[in-house]
Structures are given as C-alpha cells and as structure tokens.
C-alpha cells in the first residue's frame, strides 16, 4: 500500500498560506453547480452525479471560468465533468495500470527508474482530471503519519543511487509552505541527492498557488529544482496561470510541460501546435505527451496508438524540434518511459 504522506500536510489552516486555501475551498464540488455556472443542460445530471460516486467532481473556479458557457463539448469541461461513459467496462482497463503497488520502496516512495524516486507527499488534488491514473490509488494506510514520511526520507537516505526525488501525489502543491519546506530541507540533508522534481497541476489550475513565499522557497534549495507542469489544452493558459508561470521562471525554475494525448481534448494537430506555443510563450518547453493510462473509467479518451504517432509525426513537420513532445507510453516494469513511434 502506498500512502500518503500526510504528516506533511500539517498546516491545512486557511490563512497562513494566503487566498489559495480560500479557492480550493470555493472550487465546485456538486456537478449541479458546475452546470449551473455553465449554463448546461442539467439531461447531463444523472450521469453526472453517478459517476461522481467513483472519482469525486472537483473544479475551481478560476479553471472553470475558462471554459465556453454552454458548450458540453468543452475540452476543459471534458477534463473535468464526470459522464456516463466512465461507468462503461472497456477491455484492458484495470484499477493499476501502470503498476505501482509493484514499486513500492517504502510507504508513499516508488522507485521504477534508475536514479530518480518518486514521492506521493499528499493525495489531495486541487482538480480531479476524469483520467487519472492515480483515481483508484489506495493512498489511506493505518502507519502513524510521522512514521511513513520517516520511513521515506529514510529509504532514501540509504539509496546513494538516487540522484533525483520527484514530488508528486496528488499535488505536492497542496502541501502548505510550511509543510514544503520542512519537506524540501530534510531531502536536500541528504548529501547524494542533486536533484529535486515537482509535478504539479497548480500553477495551471490554482494559479493563486504560486506565491512570492512559494517560488523563494523552491528556488532557495540546494538542489537544483525544475517543475513539471501539467496543461492538455492551449485555452487552460489563462492570464492568471501566465502570470504564475511568470513568476516562477523569474525565479529562475527551469519549466517543462507533460500532458496527455485525450480524445475530445486535444487529439488534433492544430490544438497540439498550439498548446506548445502558448506554454513556450509562457516559459514552459513541451516535455512528455502520455498515451493514456488504461486506468478503468476513462476508456472512452483513448487515443489508437497508431493515430497518436501519425498526430505527432504531423506535429514535428509543422513545429521546431524543441516544441514537439515526446510521445510515451508507460508500462508496467519497464526500465523508462517508452518512447512510441520513434
Ligand atoms: C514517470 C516516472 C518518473 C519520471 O520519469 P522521467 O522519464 O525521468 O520523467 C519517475 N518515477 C516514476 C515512478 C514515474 O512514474
Ligand atoms: S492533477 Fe494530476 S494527480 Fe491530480 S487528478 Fe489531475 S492528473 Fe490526477
């Protein structure tokens, strides 16, 4: 099991950490209210509310402002609102489709790759992307809180082939700054570590996140530190998300982008280019682009593996190299990402 590691996340109290606390606690959580603000038909109720039993709605505000009124097509929307379609069996889709319950070091710690781990500081999200594949993850556990991030921090203490811990969840950026940085300083007390990852939905959904306090915090650190966002969509670049990715490259945080390939989202040429303009305008330089996780519920935005390759391949004849992600595919044991159709 692989829990999170929430004694981390100690200074939930709104205030401390400024308005972020206060939109997170504002984001919509009912699909009623959700369609509502959009001016939906409420026909997409039901299905809605069913399917928001398995995977909870969750949308902020200032993300769902971005999306077209009236439009139940909307590829934000589509990220977002839980359907009918979720409940649908599709063959090879499982509850751990990349295997990680396999590569458990210690509680809420997966090492997979040479040199780099992977620690779920918190399974809170500030949205709940449809296609997850962490939706299922079975991140309660009964250890003590303190004891699973001892456990951790531990672990990696004792692994002098890890160069790189990457943060990641949920959202590392729902822990508190406090939180962070009590966090940031006890990885980087670890004399082999270089290197520290974030990946992080926030400054795209939660701009509000990234705070004067945040960016000192992550650009103060031994380690070298780079952020990994996550955007699928050119119009999910909003002003404020701009301006909070503004604030991080003045801080001199090397930005890069990993989305995934979603059908009815961004499964054309033309919405792909464009992500990778809008993120490069803003800082950002496309990293990975993931063929869907088969995580059960979210069959129906995959993208045939052969239509993916031909969409990139247009992709790189249209875009300068550094522009073009690279499309991969994760597999359950592999030594890396695997790197689709060359
Ligand atoms: C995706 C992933 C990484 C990062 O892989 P990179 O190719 O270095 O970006 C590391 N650890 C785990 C467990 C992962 O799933
Ligand atoms: S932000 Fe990331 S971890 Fe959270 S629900 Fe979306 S895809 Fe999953």
């Known amino acids: 099991m692989l829990p999170k590691l929430d004694s981390l996340s100690r200074s939930q109290s709104a205030g401390e950490d400024g308005a972020w606390r206060g939109e997170l606690v504002r984001a919509y959580t009912h699909p009623q209210d959700l369609l509502d603000a959009l001016r939906l038909d409420h026909g997409l109720l039901p299905a809605a509310i069913a399917a928001a039993r398995h995977f909870r709605l969750l949308v902020p505000r200032g993300f769902a402002a971005l999306m077209t009124p009236g439009d139940p097509q909307d590829p934000l929307l589509r990220q977002v609102l839980p359907l009918g379609e979720e409940l649908a069996a599709y063959p090879g889709f499982g ?61 990696l203490a004792q692994s002098p082939e890890v160069r790189e811990v990457i943060l990641s969840g949920g959202d590392p950026l729902m822990l508190g700054d406090a939180a962070l940085a009590d966090l940031i300083e006890r990885l980087a007390a670890i004399p082999h570590l270089r290197r520290l990852r ?79 303009e809008a993120l490069f305008a803003a800082g950002v330089l496309p990293y990975y682009l993931h063929l869907l996780d088969r995580v059960a519920g979210a069959g129906h935005f995959e993208v045939p593996e052969a239509e993916a390759v031909d969409l990139v391949r247009t992709l790189r004849a249209r875009l300068p190299g550094y522009l073009v992600p690279r499309l991969v595919r994760e597999e359950p044991g592999a030594l890396s990402k695997i790197p689709v159709g060359g």
Request: aromatic fraction near 4%; hydrophobic fraction near 45%; glycine fraction near 6%.
């Open 95 to 155: 509850l751990d489709p990349v295997g990680d319950l396999a590569a458990a070091r210690a509680p809420g710690l997966l090492q997979k790759y040479q040199g780099r781990a992977l620690l779920i500081a918190t399974a809170a999200c500030a949205v709940h992307c449809r296609y997850c594949f962490r939706r299922h993850f079975p991140y309660a556990s009964e250890a003590t809180l303190s004891d699973r991030a001892a456990a951790a921090l531990a672990r």
């Open 198 to 276: 974030l990946h992080t939905r926030l400054p795209i959904v939660l701009p509000s996140r990234v705070t004067t306090a945040l960016c000192g915090l992550l650009s103060g650190s031994r380690l070298t530190t780079v952020l990994v966002v996550h955007a699928n969509h050119p119009r999910e670049l909003g002003a404020a998300a701009r301006d909070a990715l503004a604030r991080l490259r003045r801080a001199g945080l090397p930005l890069l982008n990993q989305g995934v390939l979603l059908r009815g989202v961004n499964d054309d040429v033309d919405t792909l280019a464009e992500l990778s």
